[in-house]
C-alpha cells in the first residue's frame, strides 16, 4: 500500500499497517504487540498526505509506546511462562515413550524436535483455552438461564472476549496465561452479555454476581495487557 511504503521512510522502527474500515470515523493508531507493528486504522477514502501527516504527528507517542512494550516471550525450551497466572518452565521431553505434551509440578513437558517445540506448545495453549473457557462459559450462561450459541477463541489484540448479537461467544487465547479469577472475570463479563447486551448498571451488576470484586482482575488486565500479547 502507497501509505505503507511511504510511512517506512518515517523511520518509526517498526512496520506500519493500514487498515480501512468502512465505520471509522477518524483515524487512529495503535500498537500490535505480538507483531511490534504500528497499526493505523483510516476512514474509506483518506488521503495518503492526510494520513501520513496523522503519523508524523503522532511519533512522539508511537515511540514510548513501542519502547514500553515488555521484550518478547518465545515459547523455547528454558522458557518460563504463567499458565493459569502460575509460573511454568518449558522442558523439551527426550523420552520416546512420553505424551507429547505433559503439565505437572511446574513444567510443560513436551516432546518435539526443537523446531516444532514452539508450535507445539502454542498448539496446545490454544487447545486448552478452548476448552476451559467453553465450559467455564456454559457453567456460568446456565447459571443465569441462557445459553450460548456457540464458544471459540482466537488471537485477538484489541480485546479479551466478545459475545456477538446472535450469543457467540469469544476469547483471546491468551488469557490461559492469566491468573483464575481474570480468567472469570472476562468469561463472565461476555456471559452477561447473553443476557444484557449493553454496559449498564443491570449488566454491571450481573458480572458482579458471576465474578464478585470484579474491579481487581479489570484493573490487573489493563496493567498486563502487553505482557500476556508478548508470548508466543
Excluded at 495518503?48 to 515511540?63: I, P
Excluded at 486448552?128 to 447459571?143: C, K, S, T
Excluded at 443465569?144 to 479479551?160: A, E, F, H, N, Y
Excluded at 458471576?210 to 495487557?225: C, D, I, K, T
Aim: aromatic share 6%; charged share 25%.
Amino acid at each position: 500500500m502507497q501509505i505503507e511504503a511511504q510511512a517506512a521512510a518515517l523511520a518509526f522502527g517498526a512496520p506500519v499497517t493500514v487498515r480501512t474500515r468502512r465505520n471509522a470515523r477518524r483515524m487512529t493508531l495503535r500498537i500490535n504487540a505480538p507483531e511490534r507493528e504500528i497499526v493505523l486504522v483510516l476512514p474509506p477514502g483518506v488521503p495518503a498526505a492526510k494520513a501520513l501527516h496523522f503519523l508524523a504527528q503522532n511519533e512522539a507517542w508511537v515511540a514510548a509506546r513501542l519502547a514500553a512494550l515488555p521484550p518478547r516471550r518465545p515459547f523455547a525450551e528454558g522458557a518460563v511462562i504463567p499458565l493459569r497466572g502460575v509460573p511454568h518452565r518449558i522442558v523439551r521431553e527426550t523420552d520416546p515413550a512420553a505424551p507429547l505434551i505433559a503439565i505437572a509440578g511446574g513444567e510443560i513437558r513436551v516432546r518435539a524436535d526443537p523446531r516444532h517445540l514452539p508450535r507445539r506448545v502454542k498448539d496446545h495453549l490454544v487447545a486448552l483455552a478452548r476448552e476451559e473457557f467453553g465450559a467455564r462459559a456454559r457453567d456460568l450462561a446456565r447459571a443465569i438461564g441462557r445459553r450460548p450459541l456457540r464458544v471459540g477463541v482466537r488471537d485477538t489484540k484489541s480485546r479479551w472476549g466478545s459475545c456477538s448479537a446472535k450469543g457467540a461467544l469469544s476469547f483471546c487465547w491468551r488469557l490461559i496465561l492469566a491468573p483464575e479469577r481474570v480468567i472469570q472475570y472476562v468469561v463472565a463479563h461476555e456471559v452477561a452479555h447473553l443476557a444484557e447486551m449493553n454496559h449498564g448498571p443491570r449488566f454491571r451488576r450481573l458480572v458482579e454476581s458471576l465474578a464478585p470484586q470484579s474491579a481487581e482482575p479489570r484493573a490487573w488486565l489493563a496493567r498486563h495487557r502487553s505482557e500476556l500479547l508478548c508470548y508466543g
